[in-house]
């Protein structure tokens, strides 16, 4: 599950992606489909449950230890992935120096990057905004001629939501577009006891699987398509072979659905369409993932229980 989010623009694009992961051995939706608006707003209630403790443990570190890293490295120039609503950008901003320095937020949708600008803009009036709209999952995730050095900054464990040969490509993309003076901060959830990873995404008022299914309800409103969201159940659990929590609605009726301009899909009584993955690191799995994108750790910062990881990367020597 990502930190922050926004829905990806509807077109041509969407209904083709849709069509085709629906159309898989293993039917899937990809999660950027989740956050409308409503699933914004769920997921902002999600990252406050006793049960789901990313956010509030990323933040905790990050207020730790952020001036520390900055202060080593005098960024000109901050550059975050998936930025979405920019909440924690601010402990960083916050530790760079005020001269001089630059901003570039990088998501999927421009009109949500202008909002997360003007008002970080407002707050900090002697910053240079550069809004970059790009799919990271797909295309260059660091824009050219950036200020030197950098950092580029991936939090929210939203690493997790892509397999190792999608997460492995979007590090090397990152990779390219840095010096041996920058710096890379990822944030990863880690491996920890299934009981404590499952309450996760499966909190005991339900908003998890609240917004689980919304995903439907988007594809509804956005597609046009006739999924009866009722027919559906959230369904999360942790594949310990695959180091991941799988996110899926399983279909308590088998049904047919309609979506214009594609087609029919068929899904059976007890299929499942997967809605999410949210890969679970250690140190033994982060360094060889880093070594293939040419990047190696700098420094591995945990909390108290082990249970989250802040890492900052260079490039590999």
């Known amino acids: 599950m990502r930190d922050d989010g926004v ?14 992961s629906l159309n898989r051995p293993q039917k899937e939706l990809s999660p950027k489909y989740f956050y409308d608006e409503r699933g914004s707003q769920l997921f ?6 006793p ?43 916050d530790a760079m120096p005020r001269e001089g320095s630059w901003y570039i937020p990088i998501d999927i949708s421009m009109t949500y990057l202008v909002e997360v600008a003007s008002n970080i803009g407002s707050e900090y009036p002697h910053l240079r905004i550069l809004c970059v ?23 929210g464990s939203t690493i997790g939501n892509f397999d190792p040969r999608s997460a ?43 917004f689980n299914l919304n995903v439907l309800r988007v594809l509804n ?16 659990f942790f594949n310990r072979a695959a180091s991941r929590i799988e996110m899926h609605l399983l279909a308590k009726q088998s ?15 007890g299929e499942s369409i997967r ?17 293939g994108a040419g990047l190696e750790i700098a420094s591995w910062t945990t909390d108290a229980s082990g249970w989250y990881a802040l890492t900052t990367a260079r490039l590999r020597k």
């Open 255 to 269: 049904q047919v659905v309609m979506i214009p301009g594609a087609g029919e899909i068929t899904v059976e009584e």
């Open 44 to 49: 902002d209630e999600i990252t406050r449950l």
């Open 275 to 291: 809605t999410e993955i949210s890969c679970k690191y250690t140190r033994a799995s982060v360094e060889p993932m880093f070594a």
């Open 133 to 155: 709209e790009s799919d990271i999952s797909r295309g260059p995730v660091v824009p050219p001629d950036m200020p030197k050095p950098s950092v580029i900054a991936f939090l």
């Open 221 to 236: 409103r956005e597609l046009g398509a006739d999924f009866d969201v009722r027919s559906f159940a959230h369904h999360a």
């Open 168 to 210: 492995a490509r979007l590090l090397s993309r990152v990779r390219r577009a840095m010096t041996s003076d920058d710096r890379f901060i990822l944030g990863v959830d880690l491996v920890k006891e299934t009981r404590v990873l499952e309450a996760a995404y499966n909190d005991s008022r339900g908003v998890t699987a609240e």
């Open 51 to 93: 049960e789901y403790y990313p956010t509030r443990t990323e933040r905790m570190l990050l207020k730790a230890h952020a001036k520390e890293w900055l202060a080593a490295q005098k960024p000109r120039a901050l550059i975050e992935l998936g930025a979405g609503s920019a909440d924690k950008t601010r402990i960083l901003l």
């Open 7 to 20: 829905l990806a623009s509807v077109g041509d694009d969407m209904l083709t992606d849709v069509w085709a």
